[in-house]
């Protein structure tokens, strides 16, 4: 039956691929590993799980990417393949982007007419040449990544390895205690009770229809003290859908944060990841003066400051230096427009941890541009005239909650098609009422124009494009396949802000 079925998928997908013409020479790796040689290095091992975590002293049922030895994610030195067997014990059907990689189409962890998911009690191989950075994996799947099936994908270089600095990396996650399902019907208007989606109660309550709005003038309500900073009125503030229970950072909050050793007068490298599904951070190094070093993996100029912001889907590397009296130092990430943050806490031998507020004193503003101005790539694209210049509009809203791009859902979406070699330039115009972080798959971009500004910016594979702002992002085309670009917001994703650049292999 397993056979049949299985037979089945593959020549639908077969007949799909039929119709994608060039790219139907992708699918012999669909199944990559399969055949791979007896005398072939031992393939790492990564289960997708089911687990219970304690937050804020509550249990939740939720998932994990990790190792047999409970490693959660994958952290490959300098040359090691990605050679990694899947398994998926989730109970349920599942698919893991590996994002931040450029693997072959067939291997980049996404589910279409010519990708199956796997199963639930299936295994999948996967085999490509990794690329050196802080990345992260994640669930394409439905609204499984909001139940934190996610965890850091790390490739250290030679370079990484010769720095004298110790290594700490931090996924960041919202959290709810609720079914995202239900999250997400109260936002479309579903048949939930639509009183469910205020999470910390006392938040109006009983308004039915309008519950997304409630969440928005709630969020209004936190920019109380901000109104008047740098020309925002509360109308122009739309930033946060959902009131989350809870921000992780490597699974815990300030009720119990990881506190990591380290040295007076040493060295760390942060390895940061926004894996949020709907929150936005800034990132505050208190006394710190932080120096980012990458953005999505690819080196940039040094950039120092204290403050740094970071959309859903985004990594920093900081470097910063202890200093040589040492104590205790919380990295802090406050979400956009609230009070609300999480983090880790930096401590030197025998230093005093004190407990630090899981509410900052003020509300922050939005996650702005400021940041990505400042990044320039170490190494950019090389000057070439483009081939094929593309300008899409970001569009939608939030009555009804649908979220699009140039008015059309994913489904009804127009590809971008470019042929494999081309020099291409992606537009994304914001006509929508919110900021929405963009990414694409199968290559790195160069960010080239910011609200119609050029710059020479950073490679990297998502890029914020802010209300009534613009970005361009250019790329050489160089990995066949159909390639999503789409919000890394995943509600927005989920109701639609999806499309393909197709890369057409030219014979
Ligand atoms: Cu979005």
Sequence with gaps: MTILQTRRRFLASAASAAALGGLSTLLPALIPGAVRPAWAAAPLRLAVERRVLEVMGKPASVFGIRQPDGTSGLFLDPGQRFLVDLANRAGEDAVIHWHGMTPPYAQDGVADANRPLIRDGA?????????????????????????????????????????????????????????????????????????????????????????????????????????????????????????????????????????????????????????????????????????????????????????????????????????????????????????????IILATPGATVNKVAGLADGAAGPVDLSLERRLTALAPLAPRPTDAAFTIRLTGGMAPYVWTIDDRPFGEHRPLTVLKGQRVTVTMVNESPMAHPMHLHGQHFQVAALNGTALAGAVRDTVLVPMNGSATIAFDADNPGRWPLHCHNLLHMATGMMTELVCEQTI
Excluded: C
């Design 123 to 343: 295994s999948q191989g996967y085999d490509f040449e990794p690329r050196p950075g802080t990345h992260w994996m994640h669930s394409h799947h439905g609204l499984q990544e909001q139940r934190l099936m996610a965890a850091p994908l790390i490739v250290r270089t030679v370079e990484d390895r010769r720095e004298d600095a110790q290594e700490v990396t931090v996924l960041l996650h919202d959290f709810t205690f609720k079914d995202p399902a239900e999250v997400l019907a109260g936002l479309t208007g579903g048949t939930m009770d639509h009183g469910d989606m205020n999470h910390g109660g006392g938040h109006g309550g009983g308004h039915g229809g309008a519950m997304p709005m409630m969440n928005h003038s709630m969020d209004m309500k936190g920019m109380g003290d901000m109104k008047g900073m740098g020309g925002m009125t509360m109308a122009a503030m739309d930033l946060n859908d959902v009131e989350y229970d809870a921000y992780l950072a490597n699974d815990r909050t300030f009720d119990d944060p990881e506190v990591v050793r380290v040295e007076r007068g040493g060295r760390v490298r942060l390895r940061l990841i926004n894996g949020a599904t709907s929150t936005a951070f800034h990132i505050e190094l208190g006394a710190l003066d932080g120096t980012v070093v990458a953005a999505d993996g690819n080196p940039v100029q040094p950039v120092t400051g204290r403050r740094f912001g970071m959309v859903m889907g985004q990594r920093l590397d900081i470097l910063v230096r202890l200093p040589d009296e040492g104590g205790a130092f919380p990295v802090l990430a406050q979400r956009e427009g609230e009070r609300q943050r999480t983090g």
